[in-house]
């Protein structure tokens, strides 16, 4: 998941920002374990989570160096706010709540990332799990997943990081088993 062009979507600085955890820095690649501690470890510091300024009407996010080179996000997510169905453009990653619940709907299944615009998924491939304050999960290279706040009540902040950095997202419609690829966003689309 990464920050959309989701007219809700709002950056909560006026451009990428800097921040990054003390923690040592990583001289290679940074595995799907790496990525996760680094969320975890950011998402446990309180000051950081406490400088993400929140908004009532949309996601607010601060763009983080993560390790060996990864980007990492905090984002702040209002009730009833999520991603739609995407994927990462081929990196790997994490994410790691820091308060509220995070709900994830993902495919147990790899799909092909090119020439098509429709397919239908079969049975049992549909996985979903909530992601806690203080809880987390890495991921692969082909994840394909939604996640959002359910709660009517109250914001979910969670640090995402991603190796390499996300050169794409492939955003997704869903209608029972078929998935359609909707549009593709560039790095500049979000940042």
Do not use: C
């Not at 090119?114 to 397919?119: D, F, M, Q, S």
């Amino acid at each position: 998941m990464s920050p959309s062009t989701n007219p809700s979507a709002r950056p909560s600085t006026p451009g990428p920002t800097s921040l990054a955890p003390p923690g040592p820095p990583s001289a290679s690649v940074p595995t799907e374990a790496d990525l996760l501690d680094f969320a975890r470890r950011t998402a446990a510091d309180s000051s950081l989570v406490a400088s993400l300024p929140l908004d009532p009407e949309g996601r607010t996010w601060i763009r983080l160096d993560g390790p060996g080179g990864s980007e990492a996000w905090l984002i702040g997510w209002p009730p009833g706010t999520g991603t739609g169905w995407h994927d990462h453009g081929g990196s790997h990653g994490a994410f790691a709540t820091a308060s509220g619940t995070l709900k994830e709907d993902s495919l147990a299944a790899r799909l092909p990332t090119e020439g098509w615009k429709t397919l239908e998924l079969a049975e049992d491939v549909d996985r979903s799990r909530s992601v806690e304050a203080g809880k987390g999960r890495a991921f692969g290279p082909h994840h394909v997943h939604e996640v959002r706040n359910e709660s009517t009540i109250e914001h979910t902040i969670s640090v995402h990081a991603y190796y390499p950095p996300l050169p794409l997202i492939r955003r997704y419609s869903r209608t029972g088993a078929v998935l359609r690829l909707e549009h593709v966003e560039r790095p500049e689309d979000w940042q």
